[in-house]
């Protein structure tokens, strides 16, 4: 890993095996020091706001509250640290509901050691790391991220059966200004039809969101 500085990092993980197995192979990772770990939701957050590290690396499943709300917590008590969910499910959208949270990064506990050390390198540099198992899934949840929230609305009405007319009415647009979000729509997400941009965004959950990201 490059830099003279370590990369500062706290573990979330409510069993302790895992917990070691993790700081055992990143022992090696000279770009890695792991400062702090937890086993709770609740416990994480407050030895982040103690710690300041830079990247805490959180498991999905935690007793009470679960890992994608500790992300929220962890990121609204420290914004300047990075969250990489570190989990057993290859699945695209708790993928999606982990960038929604806020999280930077997302790592199968199959994965090798280096993909948790390159994980951390590319969040604690400002980036966004999905291990590639996940693979098209990724990409598919970065395009939905691009959209504005203009065109998320518009999709989401659209889901719910609305016409474009109805969805100009609506938000107080001309038809032909919702025709073009979605296109743009359609573009960012490099799909063909106005049908698999809605398809693919209620696939993910996204429209149950609300818009929001």
């Given at each position: 890993m490059n830099g003279t500085a370590p990369k500062r990092v706290v573990l979330c993980d409510d069993h302790e095996i895992i917990r070691e197995a993790v700081?055992?192979?990143?022992?090696?990772?000279?770009?890695?020091e792991i400062v702090g770990e937890a086993a709770t939701a609740e416990d994480v957050v407050g030895v982040v706001k103690d710690l300041h590290p830079d990247v805490c690396i959180v498991d999905v499943e935690l007793p009470g509250k679960d890992g994608i709300?500790?992300?929220?917590?962890?990121?609204?008590?420290?914004?300047?640290?990075?969250?990489?969910?570190?989990t057993a499910h290859a699945q695209p959208d708790l993928l999606s509901l982990a960038l929604r949270a806020g999280a930077s990064g997302y790592v199968l506990k199959s994965a090798p050691s280096e993909d948790i050390a390159r994980a951390i390198e590319v969040v604690a540099g400002g980036s966004t790391f999905v291990g590639t198992e996940l693979g098209q899934g990724a990409g598919e949840v970065e395009k939905l991220l691009e959209l504005t929230p203009r065109e998320r609305e518009i999709l989401e009405l659209l889901a719910?059966?609305?016409r474009v007319k109805q969805i100009a009415d609506r938000l107080s647009l001309s038809p032909a200004t919702v025709h073009t979000h979605v296109r743009n729509a359609i573009a960012r997400m490099e799909v063909d039809t106005r049908t698999e941009a809605v398809a693919l965004a209620v696939r993910f959950s996204y429209l149950?969101?609300?818009?929001?990201?």
């Amino acid at each position: 890993m490059n830099g003279t500085a370590p990369k500062r990092v706290v573990l979330c993980d409510d069993h302790e095996i895992i917990r070691e197995a993790v700081k055992a192979r990143m022992a090696a990772e000279p770009g890695v020091e792991i400062v702090g770990e937890a086993a709770t939701a609740e416990d994480v957050v407050g030895v982040v706001k103690d710690l300041h590290p830079d990247v805490c690396i959180v498991d999905v499943e935690l007793p009470g509250k679960d890992g994608i709300e500790a992300t929220k917590e962890i990121l609204a008590a420290q914004p300047e640290t990075r969250v990489v969910i570190f989990t057993a499910h290859a699945q695209p959208d708790l993928l999606s509901l982990a960038l929604r949270a806020g999280a930077s990064g997302y790592v199968l506990k199959s994965a090798p050691s280096e993909d948790i050390a390159r994980a951390i390198e590319v969040v604690a540099g400002g980036s966004t790391f999905v291990g590639t198992e996940l693979g098209q899934g990724a990409g598919e949840v970065e395009k939905l991220l691009e959209l504005t929230p203009r065109e998320r609305e518009i999709l989401e009405l659209l889901a719910e059966g609305l016409r474009v007319k109805q969805i100009a009415d609506r938000l107080s647009l001309s038809p032909a200004t919702v025709h073009t979000h979605v296109r743009n729509a359609i573009a960012r997400m490099e799909v063909d039809t106005r049908t698999e941009a809605v398809a693919l965004a209620v696939r993910f959950s996204y429209l149950g969101a609300g818009g929001k990201v």
